[in-house]
């Protein structure tokens, strides 16, 4: 059985502070993997996308992905109550990237 | 350009009724995939679609199917509903990857 995990939270941190958010997941053969943001009765907006090894930065946030470890995460900096959401996890179970794996997602609370 | 756009965006079915979903994919992206949300927990993949071919088929019943149109739009059947089908059926369109998500269908079974 193929599984993404993320601790369902909620996650509390103050306004201007670092949110740190992590995944595992369990198929080695994932390539691709991707971080989504869903606010409350909404669809899932694409933040970001890590293909390799490392870190990547796009403008407040940054993906690490850990293929040895299976681990992923996604750092907000500079938080803002507007980032308050729940953040989803997802792994790619094909080589195209289209067919994910989801994590339950994790609750993101930024207070003001 | 305009996003990934769905229709309808709220249905209220009853128990063992069919439903069909649509779909309409960003201008130039060729797959379409269908991904089911219950309350509380992650989109599951159902269908991956391209070039109006089944890529991929996730872990549910022979009563979800789905098709994909020479504009590249698509269908999402689903035939004796059961109020475990109640959920936001989202579609994504991509090519390559990464996924980008229409706004959902709200099915309610009642």
């Known amino acids: 059985q193929k599984e993404v995990e993320q601790n369902s939270g909620p996650l509390s941190v103050p306004e201007g502070a670092i949110a740190s958010l992590n995944c595992t997941y369990s198929?080695?053969?994932?390539?691709?993997f991707f971080w989504y943001r869903q606010y409350s009765g909404k669809s899932p907006e694409l933040i970001m996308s890590i293909y390799s090894n490392g870190d990547k930065e796009d403008g407040r946030f940054t993906a690490q992905l850990n293929k040895a470890s299976q681990y992923v995460s996604l750092l907000i900096r500079d938080s803002q109550p507007s980032d308050s959401a729940t953040y989803l996890c997802a792994a790619s179970v094909n080589q195209a990237g289209t067919a994910l794996i989801f994590g339950k997602g994790t609750t993101l609370s930024v207070s003001s | 350009d305009a996003g990934v756009t769905q229709s309808p965006t709220h249905l209220i079915k009853t128990r063992g009724q069919h439903v069909t979903l649509r779909c309409s994919p960003i201008s130039g992206h060729k797959s379409v995939s269908w991904y089911q949300q219950v309350l509380g927990q992650g989109p599951q993949f159902i269908f991956q679609y391209y070039e109006k071919e089944e890529r991929g088929r996730g872990n549910f019943p022979d009563r979800f199917s789905a098709r994909q149109f020479p504009n590249y739009s698509s269908e999402l059947n689903v035939n004796a509903l059961l109020l475990g089908d109640s959920a936001l059926y989202l579609c994504?369109?991509?090519?390559?990857?990464?996924?980008?998500f229409g706004n959902g269908t709200r099915l309610t079974v009642t």
């Open positions: 198929d080695r053969g994932s390539q691709s």
């Open positions: 994504a369109s991509s090519w390559p990857s990464p996924l980008h």
